[in-house]
């Protein structure tokens, strides 16, 4: 969306092919995640990507990659990891129940409430597409693909990074991710998105200037300090986790309940 982009003089004629690299450089990276997400979900039996952000993930794939994107290299990147994303979606429903033994309505349900997410979240992203295409046309205005772009891959990461955490603290173990995933995940998002789009805006601050603003600062500062503290966490549920012998990891440490000693 942001290739062939012609910039004004003063822009330096480093900015395309800095800008065509990192954003190369991120979906390589994002494209070997999915794939060792895939790989250590169906070894542990488990599932390395939270539900809502594998279903918006998907959604924002299907919906850009069919209808929005008209290059041919984005195309046929969201087209790839449409296709790595189905062993994902695959192993989540086949093993995700196990992950949700402590909520029995979720562990029943989990193939139905995937498939109402992902709806739910197609029709978000056709939604907001088709608003940021539809104001500009009634304005007489070229639409900003790549700024509507910006703010639909920043939700998609603000998810993953936010919810990847969270699931972390929750479990207590490493199903389904790894420590090269993390890495390859947190350079994907570093370099891909977030030093593809600070090199843009530096380089020409008038068209980016979106990546300065407030909602944006949020958005990318918190997805940076989620991902460098999900190292911190993953590192310490690493050294307390159990393997069990199908492959399966699960929480160190047990509940115990502490009986009251009896006072009479």
């Given at each position: 969306m942001a290739f062939g982009a012609i910039p004004p003089p003063h822009v330096t004629d480093w900015f395309q092919p800095v800008y065509d690299a990192t954003f190369q450089f991120g979906g390589v990276c994002w494209t070997l995640c999915y794939i060792l997400i895939a790989r250590e979900g169906l070894k542990?039996?488990?599932?390395?990507?939270?539900?809502?952000?594998?279903?918006?993930?998907?959604a924002w794939e299907m919906v850009y990659a069919l209808y929005v994107v008209d290059e041919p290299f984005e195309k046929t990147a969201m087209a790839i990891w449409m296709v790595i994303d189905?062993?994902?979606?695959?192993?989540?429903?086949?093993?995700?129940?196990?992950?949700?033994?402590?909520?029995?309505?979720?562990?029943?349900?989990?193939?139905?409430?995937?498939i109402a997410l992902l709806a739910t979240c197609a029709a978000a992203h056709?939604?907001?597409?088709?608003?940021?295409i539809g104001m500009a046309v009634a304005t007489g205005q070229k639409p900003d693909l790549t700024q509507m772009a910006y703010w639909a891959v920043s939700m998609c990461q603000l998810l993953v990074s936010t919810m990847s955490l969270a699931m972390l603290l929750v479990r207590q173990h490493t199903g389904g991710v790894s420590w090269t995933i993390w890495l390859l995940r947190f350079l994907?998002?570093?370099?891909?998105?977030?030093?593809?789009?600070?090199?843009?805006?530096?380089?020409?601050?008038e068209a980016h200037g979106y990546f300065m603003s407030p909602p944006a600062i949020f958005i990318w500062g918190l997805t940076t300090v989620c991902d460098i503290v999900y190292g911190f966490v993953f590192w310490n549920v690493k050294s307390t986790e159990r393997d069990l012998p199908?492959?399966?990891?699960?929480?160190?440490?047990?509940?115990?309940?502490?009986?009251?000693?009896?006072?009479?």
């Open positions: 542990t039996k488990s599932y390395g990507m939270p539900l809502l952000a594998l279903a918006n993930n998907f189905t062993p994902i979606i695959y192993s989540t429903i086949l093993h995700g129940a196990f992950e949700w033994n402590h909520a029995p309505a979720v562990r029943k349900g989990l193939t139905h409430i995937f056709w939604a907001w597409q088709d608003w940021w994907g998002t570093g370099i891909g998105l977030n030093f593809n789009y600070w090199w843009a805006w530096y380089t020409w601050p199908d492959g399966r990891k699960v929480a160190g440490f047990h509940h115990q309940i502490v009986k009251p000693k009896n006072l009479g």
